[in-house]
């Protein structure tokens, strides 16, 4: 059953929910909490900690719309928020978006949209679960391959399969902040760290909505795989969504100034793919290498501001779907040979 918390303070709003979404209710997909502000509204979410989703009004006394979408990142960012008001106007749009919103939806309320918007927010909250619990796992054994871990998970023969590899097929995409040194060097080291995670926030949604995962967070950088079919147009799709979502995010005007610009290499082919590591330290990486990867990132580090970057073979597997510019001849890392390299322009 999915918990949605609804905060607004129009009371009609309420009888109107519970006769929309009767059947759901009744069949128990649906529970809807309600709260008449946004102080109340953080209240219901401390007693029931499983709210999924937050659909939430702008203008409301005590704390409104636009507080509370900024409180909700801070204390519950698992929790996806829809703001449903009557203020559509395009400043309230962006500021709601920038502080975590995943949709709008404008009054007089169309509650077909709504109950689709519902549903699409319902199937996000449940693929970032679904990726936290295999990341939670897979950090879990990685972490912690003991003697008692490894006999509760069926002994010598599971601490054999971790040490397993294999050569698989799949896209490498590495993304770089452009320029970020500049802030660690100049800004306090909670604003740097606030500022990475947030953008890091940004670029993870994109590629885990592309059935892509992140294999390692490097610096400034992220490191992320595709497998499986399309794998190279997913993480291209994923890209241009990531330069989109990043182009979006306002400015930083504090003691120094920085506007958020990323980088993008891609390349894609076969990878060995394995538990990388000391096990003696019982620290294992479960992670992809070899040339495919390397290349990957020598590409991104050819791209510039706002590029996405890939090879020539990508781009002759890629040319009747992307929109792509060559750049020329590039000299990369431990490479005999001068590459042609390609721009993703859209």
Known sequence: ??????????????????????????????????????????????????????????????????????????????????????????????????????????KPINFDDLSLTMEKTLKHVLQIKETLKAIKENNILKMYVDETVLNFMGGREFESSLMDNETVEGTVMFIDICSFTSISENAPA???????????DV?????????????????????????????????????????????????ISESFSFVPKVSIGINSGEMISGNIGSKSLRRLDYTVIGDTVNTAQRLQSAAKENQIIISE??????????????????????????????????
């Open 1 to 106: 059953m999915a918990k949605i918390l609804v905060a607004d303070d129009e009371a009609d709003l309420e009888v109107l929910i519970k006769q929309k979404f009767r059947q759901k209710i009744r069949e128990q997909q649906y529970e809807f909490i309600f709260a008449v502000n946004g102080n109340d509204a953080l209240t219901k979410i401390e007693q029931h900690p499983d709210v999924e989703i937050v659909l939430s009004d702008i203008n409301m006394p005590e704390m409104d719309g636009l507080t509370l979408l900024s409180r909700l990142g801070e204390s519950s960012p698992l929790i996806k928020s829809v703001i449903v008001s009557a203020y559509g106007d395009m400043d309230n749009i962006r500021t709601a978006m920038n502080r975590g919103a995943f949709d709008f939806i404008t």
């Open 190 to 200: 909670d604003t740097v760290v606030r500022l990475l995670n947030n953008y890091f």
């Open 203 to 251: 670029m993870v949604k994109e590629i885990i909505a592309q059935n892509g995962y992140v294999d390692k967070f490097i610096g400034d950088a992220v490191m992320a795989v595709f497998r499986g079919e399309y794998h190279l147009d997913r993480a291209i799709d994923a890209s241009l969504a990531v330069r989109a979502q990043i182009e979006k995010l306002p400015a």
């Open 313 to 346: 073979s990508a781009y002759e597997k890629v040319k009747e779907s992307f929109n792509c510019k060559q750049v020329g001849e590039v000299t990369l890392k431990n490479k005999n040979k001068a590459v042609m390299i390609y721009e993703v322009m859209d």
